[in-house]
Nanobody, 123 residues
Framework: QVQLVESGGGLVQAGGSLRLSCAAS????????MGWFRQAPGKERDLVAV????????YYADSVKGRFTISRDNAKNTVYLQMNSLKPEDTAVYYCAAGWARSWPPRSEYDYWGQGTQVTVSS
């Protein structure tokens, strides 16, 4: 069992930055791949970024590549999403998720989800 709690969302102007954090509790955090997803109203939840259990392999959606950075600190049981050069189209609820990857990047193999944090980017 893993419990995930996101924080760091808020309102920011286009071009600004935010860093999201996902704090995990429970066992075996370091054994899981961690993903960040986002969902805008009326739209499907989309995969944004993934980091492997070791932190050595990452994946980014084309829409955020070069602007977002996913990282993890297993000693702190925390995964981060640094978001730079934010655009209005980045506006969404952002969720972190944990799972054992059966493919790469893992898209559906997530067993645990956070409650989400709202990111709003104004123009």
């Amino acid at each position: 069992q893993v419990q995930l709690v996101e924080s760091g969302g808020g309102l920011v102007q286009a071009g600004g930055s935010l860093r999201l954090s996902c704090a995990a509790s429970g066992r075996s955090f370091s054994s899981y791949a961690m993903g960040w997803f986002r969902q805008a109203p009326g739209k499907e939840r989309d995969l944004v970024a993934v980091i492997s259990w070791s932190g050595g392999v990452t994946y980014y959606a084309d829409s955020v590549k070069g602007r977002f950075t996913i990282s993890r600190d297993n000693a702190k049981n925390t995964v981060y999403l640094q978001m730079n050069s934010l655009k209005p189209e980045d506006t969404a609820v952002y969720y972190c998720a944990a799972g054992w990857a059966r493919s790469w990047p893992p898209r559906s193999e997530y067993d645990y989800w956070g409650q989400g944090t709202q990111v709003t980017v104004s123009s």
